[in-house]
């Protein structure tokens, strides 16, 4: 079994306010050698069978047409999950 | 006059605006979002709630529902200027149409990052529309206003468009309760059949419950009069 | 802080012990010597023995499982039985005349005429919200929700009685933002309006916050459903989420040990919630009743399957077998034992004919409701459960439910409760004399915005009151008001109320100060009482003076219902609320409820407009003993409570429902902590309308000074404003009725400058805005008032 990963990101000229706030928190507890921060979202989509181009183009057509808005958000990328780090820094999730 | 109200999974709102629609006096007929037609309703509304959970992004999968592909025909692209089918879409709602493209923007977080309940005062800006033409240009009314993405942005060029082509129709006053840009609170199509707006008039139609304090300082029903301008809309029409 | 991670011993445990075989019942009986985790499992010795005993052999795995989780505090009311009792003798006919469903059921169900029936109930969900806020506030309110609908009801609102530790304590920065959060993110998306509640602070719940969840229902009489499974040959159906490692063991093990700082092994995990599945499932409840496809139903709170199968086999007339691998679950490699014990949310269990299955299942496909027939209704008394075709679950079912072990605790009035009650609060300093106007005028701006008595908005605007457009009051209101009926106005008033501080100067006056207040919150609405409901959260039920607390506090209820006349429905009880040996204050929360023939006549809390005349009803006396100004001003909890007078809060109960429903008062509000003061400032605030105020009258009559008469808490008082031209009817009302009534002023929307000289205005605000003006002491521009009442909560949780 295959995995698609797509990574969504808010465009950088909209207003985020949980990446403001992740910021700010940074900046609270310490982290101050970071500046700004944006919060995006990760989707991990599983197919039957290997990762081709031509389920990375459906993927990619998925990507524009339900799991992004493309008035606020950007697709930054669509690639098979082997070649993205396979687990942690999910995010975009609900809150923890 | 029959107005369409759309039940979507996760629709808690639409109870009450079927109310408003018989307390103005019209007819309200429900509608599933597994409906492949509209039962000849005269308008549309989308009411507040959580479609889907909203789950991925308020209004993206209510979005695709059966019953929006026909009123997403019958009302029309957005800047057509012939009128096509009214369709109100109040906080989910309004959210589900800017996600259908009927509406321009998008609506994101608050600012604020938390849900926010409040008796919202806001004004009038556009009258010539299917769900305002009984307000006065200007007018202040105070209405519901309860979301916790109500956020509304939109790149400065489509803003600089929508405020030269008078397509605002309702902006905060006595504060931004959310960051929207502009502290635009409410928008339409070009022809003024399609609103969208996060406040919610349909919970201001009776004095028990509506607001506290409505613009004249007596409890409030500042929300009553959309349902009865989309009733002369229609037989205007 | 995410505990999807962290397992629990009883995971572990139960996940060894499977790993090896399937614990069958024949399996039990041929290893009749193994070695069994009841300890861990929160068991004790005497009670592993008793299961032994019932059985005639060692339980299976499973079937301890289900004992351990059925007999634990939490599910059982092992310690608190024998008090509960109490609620049932001491009624009357009055009492009974409008209940429909008493105690013992999921929640009980009160008759308001016309047909129309409401059932309400509060849970505590204390423990998962202090380790995880957002989702152990979020499930709080659907497991509470999905109790009111196992009733057959439509629930219509909720409410939050909520407790935390020190407002500038750290941890109140993750504990209370979280929990509020996690109530708006879940209640907000269920469509039920939030009307109300409390935000208490107090250091005594640090680490032990109490989050309790109320929910409110609506229900003709002939749409009672009871948790029952009967008929044989009736299908058992689980329908809703699936299965998953949620709070396994949450409900035994939390609520069975003292929550300590031991490290991630000792946190088990909690639930987490899905509100939007929970929404779809509750339509999908209504259509099934409506539909009338049910036989029985029920909700999956704590201990899950264990719970439902167990319930329903022992309130049905027959058994039940139930295949517990065709539970549908969300991690397939969870053990039989974790399924029965899994706390999953949005789940729910229904007997159903086999004749309406279908219509059954086309109920549930059109909401998209997951629906799996479990098992059915057998002839025999046992409840049977198989795995893949074994019998791992056989036991008689009132074993597990209903016939649990009962305990006679210990009880011993606490050694330093004399020390404290004699620690009267005379000797603290208080503004006096002929210059206490300016001091009053500082005390009250500092009064007003203190931790328990400044504006909750901060938290009660991240709720959604107007959902169903039915809410006639919601806070700031002394109760919360929703219509029932559309056609004719009919609704009901709810307010939950309690004071630990009174509670514990003295457990029973505290209580029956809890139930006097909530009474009263509910009449001064305009509202009948007609019912309680209650939650009792309190220590360790294995400290003899928290046993002895608890005693105090039931029997001062039973005593406090039957003189109002009005009956328990049902209730709650939280114990272990403590950090190592030191409890909480004892917290009995109370909830009334009373009808409105038309909500169109509720009375509002606040000032609309000028002119109309301020009466004070009841009497004040120098009662300051655990008092807001006692704690707030000088952190001091000592002395007596208030005297509670129940016969004097039926008087004014009557006389406050009774003037509302002939149209005498526009207005009127409860007096309780922070007293006149708290009152009149709420009232102002409402509509921003001011009051010229005078004490005189008052302190003359009741021997009182003005310090006392504004901070004083009294109970059986309330302020009211009368209606233009019928001062003279309510004066004599009052005085019919024995109803002590001074009038203590007026109305006034007029500025602060058009004062007398000598006032004491101060400051940008002086001029312009309305105020409230004390004759002879002070006065304060609403503006002021309002900028010190609503700051504080922001200034802490905003950054």
Redesign the interface.
């Known amino acids: 079994m295959g995995r698609v990963v797509i990574d969504v990101m808010?465009k950088p000229?909209?207003?985020?306010?949980?990446g403001?706030?992740v910021a700010?928190a940074l900046a609270r507890l310490g982290f101050s050698e970071f500046g700004a921060a944006r919060q995006g979202k990760r989707f991990e989509l599983e197919v039957d069978g290997q990762v081709t181009e031509e389920v990375l183009a459906r993927a990619r057509e998925a990507a524009t047409t339900?799991?992004s808005?493309p008035?606020?958000e950007d697709v930054v990328r669509v690639v098979p999950a082997d070649a993205a780090p396979a687990d942690g820094a999910t995010s975009g999730g609900?809150?923890? | 006059m029959r107005v369409g109200v759309v039940t979507f999974p996760g629709s808690l709102d639409d109870v009450d605006a079927a109310r408003a629609v018989r307390v103005a006096g019209g007819e309200a007929v429900p509608l599933w979002h597994g409906d492949e037609d509209l039962r000849g309703v005269d308008a549309v509304v989308l009411p507040g709630g959580f479609s889907y959970g909203d789950y991925l992004r308020c209004g993206a999968i209510a979005r695709f529902a059966p019953v929006m592909r026909e009123i997403v025909r019958l009302a029309g692209p957005p800047d057509q200027a012939r009128p096509g089918l009214p369709v109100l879409g109040i906080c989910n709602g309004f959210q589900v149409l800017c996600e259908s493209h009927l509406l321009p923007g998008a609506l994101i977080r608050n600012d604020h990052r938390k849900f926010v309940c409040r008796d919202q005062r806001l004004r009038v800006e556009r009258t010539s529309t299917a769900w305002t033409n009984q307000y006065q240009d200007g007018e202040e009314i105070v209405i519901p206003l309860k979301n916790g993405e109500g956020g509304f942005v939109a790149d400065d060029a489509v803003l600089d468009r929508i405020e030269g082509e008078g397509r605002v129709a309702f902006r905060y006053l006595d504060g931004n309760p959310n960051g929207s840009y502009r502290d635009i609170a409410g928008i339409s199509n070009a022809s003024g059949t399609v609103v969208g707006l996060m406040p919610h008039p349909e919970h201001a139609v009776d004095p028990l419950f509506g607001p506290d304090v409505a613009a004249d300082g007596q409890p409030g029903t500042d929300g009553l009069r959309f349902f009865t301008s989309v009733l002369k809309a229609v037989l205007a029409a | 802080m995410t505990s999807a991670n962290a397992s629990t011993n009883t995971t572990d445990i139960v996940r060894a012990g499977a790993a090896r075989v399937t614990d069958t019942v024949e399996h039990a009986l041929r290893t009749p010597d193994v070695e069994q985790p009841w300890q861990v499992l929160g068991l004790k010795a005497d009670e592993y023995a008793r299961i032994r005993e019932i059985l005639g052999r060692r339980p299976t795995s499973a079937e301890l499982a289900m004992y351990s989780v059925m007999w634990s505090e939490h599910c059982s009311y092992k310690s608190s039985k024998v008090h509960l009792r109490q609620f049932g003798e001491k009624v009357t006919d009055e009492m009974r005349a409008n209940l429909l469903v008493g105690m013992g059921q999921n929640a009980g169900v009160v008759d308001i005429g016309d047909g129309w029936a409401v059932t309400f109930k509060i849970e505590s969900h204390n423990h998962p919200s202090y380790v995880e806020p957002y989702q152990g506030a979020a499930t709080g309110i659907g497991g509470i929700v999905r109790d009111i609908m196992s009733m057959g009801a439509r629930p219509i609102a909720v409410m939050d009685p909520l407790r935390f530790g020190a407002l500038d304590h750290p941890d109140s920065a993750r504990v209370v933002p979280g929990v509020v959060a996690g109530i708006g993110g879940y209640g907000n998306c269920l469509g039920l309006p939030n009307i109300g509640g409390e935000v208490v602070f107090d250091p005594c719940y640090q680490g032990n916050p109490l989050i309790n969840a109320l929910c409110l229902g609506k229900l003709r009489h002939d749409d009672v459903h009871l948790a029952a499974a009967s008929g044989e040959g009736n299908l058992v159906i689980l329908f809703g989420a699936r299965t998953g490692a949620d709070g396994i063991g949450g409900a035994s093990i939390l609520a069975s040990e003292t929550f300590e700082e031991g490290g991630p092994t000792k946190r088990p995990s909690v639930q987490v919630g899905d509100p939007f599945q929970e929404k779809v499932l509750i339509e999908c409840c209504l259509e099934l009743f409506a539909a009338k496809v049910l036989v029985g139903i029920q909700d999956f709170g704590a201990a899950g399957l264990s719970c439902a199968t167990s319930e329903l086999a022992s309130n049905g007339d027959g058994g039940m077998v139930f295949h517990i691998d065709k539970v549908p679950l969300r991690d397939p490699s969870l053990t039989p034992e974790e399924i029965l014990m899994s706390e999953s949310q949005e789940r729910m269990m229904a007997v159903v004919r086999p004749a309406d299955l279908d219509a059954f299942f086309a109920i549930t496909t059109k909401w998209d409701v997951e629906a799996t027939v479990l098992g059915e209704v057998t002839a025999s008394d046992r409840l049977v459960g198989l795995w893949h075709g074994e019998v791992i679950v056989d036991v008689p079912p009132r074993t597990v439910a209903h016939e649990g072990p009962v305990y006679h605790r210990p009880t011993s009035r606490p050694a330093a409760l004399d020390a404290r009650r004699a620690d009267v609060p005379d000797r603290l300093p208080r503004p006096t004399g002929p210059d206490a106007g300016a001091g009053l005028r500082e005390l009250l701006l500092r009064m007003i915005a203190s931790p328990n008595l400044c504006s909750r908005s901060w938290v009660t605007d991240q709720y959604d009151r107007y959902v169903m457009g039915n809410t006639a009051l919601a806070v700031p209101d002394d109760a919360g008001v929703v219509r029932v009926d559309e056609e004719t106005g009919l609704g009901v008033a709810i307010s939950t109320d309690g004071n630990h501080r009174f509670a514990a100067l003295d457990p029973y006056q505290g209580t029956l100060l809890a139930l006097a207040e909530s009474y009263r919150n509910v009449a001064t609405a305009g509202a009948r009482p007609l019912a309680l409901t209650n939650c009792l959260n309190f220590g360790s039920p294995e400290d003899p003076e928290v046993m002895w607390q608890f005693e105090q506090a039931v029997t001062a209820l039973a005593d406090g219902c039957r003189e109002l006349g009005i009956p328990v429905t049902g209730g709650n009880v939280s114990f272990y609320n403590q950090t190592a040996d030191v409890a909480i204050h004892p917290t009995p929360v109370i909830c009334v409820l009373g009808v409105l023939d038309d909500v169109a006549r509720r009375t509002p809390s606040g000032w609309r407009e000028p002119g109309h005349q301020l009466y004070l009803l009841g009497t004040t006396r120098e009662e300051l003993g655990g008092s807001e100004w006692a704690w707030a001003e000088h952190g001091h909890l000592g002395g007596e409570p208030p005297r509670c007078d129940l016969a004097a809060e039926r008087l004014l109960a009557d006389v406050l429902v009774d003037s509302s429903r002939d149209g005498l008062v526009v207005a009127a509000h409860d007096l309780a902590e922070g007293g006149l003061a708290q009152a009149l400032v709420e009232s102002c605030l409402r509509f921003g309308v001011g009051a010229r105020v005078r004490l005189d009258e008052v302190c003359g009559r009741d021997g009182v000074d003005p310090f006392v008469a504004l901070f004083g808490e009294s109970a059986a008082r309330a302020v009211v404003a009368v209606a233009r031209g019928q001062e003279d009817r309510f004066v004599a009302m009052c005085a019919a009725r024995g109803i002590p009534c001074a009038r203590i002023g007026v109305t006034d929307d007029g500025p602060a400058g058009d004062r007398p000289a000598g006032d004491d205005v101060a400051g940008d605000d002086a001029a312009g805005g309305p105020a409230l003006a004390v004759q002879d002491l002070f006065t304060v521009p609403l503006a002021e008032l309002r900028r010190a009442h609503t700051s504080t909560l922001p200034a802490v949780f905003e950054h």
């Open positions: 808010p000229e909209i207003l985020d306010p949980q403001k706030a700010g339900l799991l808005n008035v606020i609900g809150p923890a």
